[in-house]
């Protein structure tokens, strides 16, 4: 499986930019980028995923580079809502039997501050 | 459309004891998976269930183990539970598990053994 790596932790002030990055040097041409977040012992939640192109819906904005090693995860006006463990994910597309299973690493906390 | 949903949400059991947790995926999905997260582990990968069948599994002992029901919900259970079974167990859905799909998470199963 592709590993991913991330900074532990990483604080924020409310209403400003949250960039999140995220190392994936050894993923494959097929594997997708996912973000998923977990606040508190809840379930993890999606937020985005990408390929290769940027990626923009209403939560958030993914940055790949050209190389696919490494990505950006923008959350633009971040609120004390957003304070979670972020996760960048790649995803294992299992080609014998179709599937697929999702390999978390240990995650970036995100404190938003006032 | 109704989220994934998880009963029970919390559950008490003592050692040697077995116990049966239960996913509601999201109406149209096809495919279900486990997950256990542990403080120490974090987020692992149990088993995924597609057409009533297991099509994955992920590293963990014959203790714990799965079914699908025709309607897409799906149950798993672990039995002579150990204190290490003590864990937050997820269920995620997704339409068919393919190559494109979002796997999205219940709330989760709060399992504490004594």
């Given at each position: 499986d592709a590993k991913t790596t991330q900074p532990p932790s990483m604080d924020c002030a409310e209403g400003r930019a949250a960039n999140?990055?995220?190392?994936?040097?050894t993923i494959s041409g097929n594997e997708y980028v996912y973000w998923y977040r977990q606040i508190h012992s809840q379930g993890p939640q999606y937020i985005i995923h990408g390929l290769k192109n940027n990626e923009t819906n209403e939560m958030a904005s993914l940055i790949i580079t050209e190389d696919r090693k490494s990505s950006t995860l923008?959350?633009?006006?971040?609120?004390l809502r957003d304070t979670a463990v972020y996760?960048?994910?790649?995803?294992?597309?299992?080609l014998t039997g179709g599937g697929n299973k999702l390999t978390f690493g240990t995650g970036t906390q995100l404190k938003v501050e006032l | 459309?109704?989220?994934v949903?998880?009963?029970?949400?919390?559950?008490?059991?003592?050692r040697g004891q077995q116990v049966t947790l239960s996913c509601?995926?999201?109406?149209?999905?096809r495919s279900v998976s486990w997950y256990q997260q542990t403080p120490g582990q974090g987020l692992q990968f149990l088993f995924e269930y597609f057409s009533e069948?297991?099509?994955?599994?992920?590293?963990f002992p014959g203790r714990f183990s799965g079914r699908q029901f025709s309607n897409s919900r799906s149950e798993m259970n672990v039995s002579t539970l150990?204190?290490?079974d003590s864990a937050l167990y997820l269920c995620a859905s997704s339409l068919s598990g393919g190559s494109t799909d979002t796997q999205y998470f219940g709330p989760g199963t709060r399992l504490t053994v004594l």
């Open positions: 999140l990055p995220c190392n994936h040097s923008i959350l633009p006006h971040a609120t996760y960048c994910i790649v995803r294992v597309f299992i | 459309k109704a989220g949903t998880q009963t029970p949400r919390y559950l008490i059991k003592t509601s995926p999201i109406s149209g999905h069948t297991q099509r994955n599994k992920g590293n150990e204190l290490g």
